[in-house]
């Protein structure tokens, strides 16, 4: 596996983990719909929320939550939006970014809710 896709798949499991410690209930991790993958799909009180990772090992080039462009936005809006309809829910949606910076030396996670009214 290549680099980054390990990295990223540590990101997503930091993000799971953190997720889970502040009392979110995973429902399901990689869904995939059409060309949109969401990283997590969690519960929370009363709540869906959709969260995307974005792991960097630097922010040299920015913070890794500057990655998430609008065509990104538009697949997870896309993609959360079928799995709400194809499971039935009727449970207001939220959408976060993880931005987590893992390198040898730094380890930081930060949680965005409501992230895309954030841009």
């Known amino acids: 596996m290549a680099q980054h896709n390990e990295l990223g798949k ?6 799971t983990d ?3 410690a502040k009392g979110y209930k995973i429902i399901v991790r ?3 719909f059409q060309k949109a993958e969401i990283d997590i799909i969690a ?8 969260v995307e990772v974005k ?6 080039f920015g913070d890794p939550q500057d ?3 609008p ?3 538009k697949l997870l809006v896309k993609a959360m939006d079928a799995f709400i309809t194809e499971n039935d829910i009727d449970l207001e949606t939220r959408f976060d970014i993880i931005a987590v910076l893992k390198n040898k030396t730094t ?3 930060t949680h965005l809710e409501n992230a895309f009214y954030h841009f």
């Open 10 to 15: 540590l990101g997503e499991q930091l993000a």
């Open 107 to 109: 380890q930081e996670l």
């Open 43 to 50: 519960k929370h009180e009363n709540t869906m929320i959709c």
């Open 71 to 73: 065509n990104k936005i």
């Open 55 to 60: 792991t960097r090992n630097s922010d040299f």
């Open 67 to 69: 990655f998430v462009t």
């Open 18 to 20: 953190y997720l889970l």
């Open 30 to 32: 990689n869904y995939v």
